[in-house]
C-alpha cells in the first residue's frame, strides 16, 4: 500500500507599497521570510495609482515584476510570485516572458498569480475595456501558455494575434504554476481550466464548500 501524504507550504504577501516602503525594507521582508521558513513570497499589482487603487495601496507602489527580479538576486531559496498580476494590463507576450525570464533568474522558482482586477478608474487609465476584462484574460492566460511550451508561438484571437515570435529563454519550471485568483465562480471555471491552483481572497468554509466541487468538475 502507497500513503500520499500531503504537503502544506506557508506564504507571504510582500508589502510593495505605501510610505516607509524602500529597496532596503523589501529586501528585509524577503530575508525574513525565507529565514522564518515560509517557502514562497508573493507581490501585488497595480500599474495605474489612481484614487481608488491609493486607498487601499497607496505610493509609492514598486512593480512585481521588477521587485521579483530585484530579489531574484538577493534572496536566494525563497520562490517568487505575484499576488496577483492582472491580466489584461499587459501584453500577453510580455507577461510571459518576464515570468519566464525570472523563473529562470530564481534558483527557487516562480509563481503566475493571474485575476482580472477590480479598479475600473485603473482599466480606463490604462485604456483596456473593463467589462471585457473576463474574456482578456481567458484569452491571454491562454496565450501565454502557449508562449511557455512553443518556440516560435504563433496566436489567433480576439484581442491579440501574432506569428512566428520567438519566447526563449522557457521557463525553469514544468510547468510555471499558474494560480488563478479571485472567489468568483468565473474565477474558479478559469482555475479549473487555465491554472494549476486556485488563488481566493480570504475564503469562508461555505465559499470552499461551494467552490472546490466546482473546480474539480471543471477541470474534469
Known sequence: MIIKTAVMRYGVNLLNFGSGTTPDS?????????????G???ISDHIAVTPDVHEVYP???????VLAAYLAGRVPGLRLGTTITVVPYRHPLQTARMAANIDRLNDAGFILGAGVGWSAAEYEVLGVPFR???????????????AWRED???????????????????????PLPVW????????????ARLGEGWHPFMP??????EALPRIAAEAE
Open 26 to 38: 523589501l529586501l528585509r521582508q524577503a530575508t525574513d521570510a525565507r529565514d522564518l521558513g515560509f
Open 40 to 42: 514562497f513570497a508573493m
Open 59 to 65: 505610493a509609492p507602489f514598486y512593480d512585481q515584476f
Open 132 to 146: 471585457e476584462r473576463g474574456a482578456i484574460t481567458d484569452e491571454y492566460l491562454t496565450a501565454i501558455r502557449a
Open 152 to 174: 516560435p508561438t504563433s496566436f489567433h484571437g480576439t484581442y491579440v494575434s501574432y506569428d512566428g515570435v520567438r519566447t526563449a529563454p522557457a521557463p525553469a519550471s514544468s
Open 180 to 191: 488563478v485568483g479571485g472567489n468568483s465562480p468565473a474565477a474558479q471555471r478559469r482555475a
Open 204 to 209: 469562508s468554509r461555505a465559499l470552499l464548500d
